[in-house]
T-cell receptor, first 109, second 114 residues
Framework: EDKVVQSPLSLVVHEGDTVTLNCSYE??????LLWYKQEKKAPTFLFML????IEKKSGRLSSILDKKELFSILNITATQTGDSAVYLC?????????FGKGTRLHILP | SAVISQKPSRDICQRGTSLTIQCQVD?????MFWYRQQPGQSLTLIAT?????????ESGFVIDKFPISRPNLTFSTLTVSNMSPEDSSIYLC???????????FGSGTRLTVV
C-alpha cells in the first residue's frame, strides 16, 4: 500500500527562523515528487523533483529528493508571516499524485 | 501553466440532493483529476476523468455516487449525488498537460450539506 508520511505535522516558529519539513514515501511506479503550499482551498505548486541530489530553489524555498532513501525535504529560510500555510508533499504514482497529511506551519511575528 | 475555472466556489445543499461541479481549463490538457478534502484532512483522489470514456475511480469511490463527465479536453464535471452531511468537503479539480509534468489545481468548491 502506498504511504506518504510528513513530519512534523505542525510547527510554530518565529519570523526569521529557518524550517525544514520532511517527507518520506513508499509508492509503486514512482515518477516524481511535488511540493505544494495550501493557504485556503487550492494548493499552489512549489516544486517538482525527479532526480536525486539536485536541489531546486525558488527565493527562500529549496527542496531536494533522495530516491534511494525515499525521502524529500523542503527548506524555508528567513521565514515570514506569509509563509504560514499547510505544506503538502505529493509523490506522483502512475501519473496520479497522492498527498501526505501535510505540515501546518505557523510563523509568529 | 493552465488556468482553471472551477464553479461553484461554494454551496450549501440539502441532504438527498445532488450538486454538479464544473472545471473549465483555458487549453487542452491530457489528464484531469478530481480530489476531495474533508475537514482537517489531506487531499484524496476520487477519480481520473478520461476524455471520451468512463472515469477511472480510486478505491472507495463509485460512479453512482460521484458520476464524472469529460466531453472534451478542456472541460469536466463532477456530480456529488444523494448528498449526506459526510459529503461536506472541499472538492478540487486538477490538470496536467502531459505525463510527469506539473499538476495545477482549480480554486476549489466548498460544499456544506445540511
Amino acid at each position: 500500500e502506498d504511504k506518504v508520511v510528513q513530519s512534523p505535522l505542525s510547527l510554530v516558529v518565529h519570523e526569521g527562523d529557518t524550517v525544514t519539513l520532511n517527507c518520506s514515501y513508499e509508492v509503486t511506479n514512482f515518477r516524481s515528487l511535488l511540493w505544494y503550499k495550501q493557504e485556503k482551498k487550492a494548493p499552489t505548486f512549489l516544486f517538482m523533483l525527479t532526480s536525486s541530489g539536485i536541489e531546486k530553489k525558488s527565493g527562500r524555498l529549496s527542496s531536494i529528493l533522495d530516491k534511494k532513501e525515499l525521502f524529500s525535504i523542503l527548506n524555508i529560510t528567513a521565514t515570514q508571516t506569509g509563509d504560514s500555510a499547510v505544506y503538502l508533499c505529493a509523490p506522483n504514482r502512475d501519473d496520479k499524485i497522492i498527498f501526505g497529511k501535510g505540515t501546518r506551519l505557523h510563523i509568529l511575528p | 501553466s493552465a488556468v482553471i475555472s472551477q464553479k461553484p466556489s461554494r454551496d450549501i445543499c440539502q441532504r438527498g440532493t445532488s450538486l454538479t461541479i464544473q472545471c473549465q481549463v483555458d487549453s487542452q490538457v491530457t489528464m484531469m483529476f478530481w480530489y476531495r478534502q474533508q475537514p482537517g484532512q489531506s487531499l484524496t483522489l476520487i477519480a481520473t476523468a478520461n476524455q471520451g470514456s468512463e472515469a477511472t475511480y480510486e478505491s472507495g469511490f463509485v460512479i453512482d455516487k460521484f458520476p464524472i463527465s469529460r466531453p472534451n479536453l478542456t472541460f469536466s464535471t463532477l456530480t456529488v449525488s444523494n448528498m449526506s452531511p459526510e459529503d461536506s468537503s472541499i472538492y478540487l479539480c486538477s490538470v496536467s498537460y502531459r505525463v510527469n509534468y506539473g499538476y495545477t489545481f482549480g480554486s476549489g468548491t466548498r460544499l456544506t450539506v445540511v
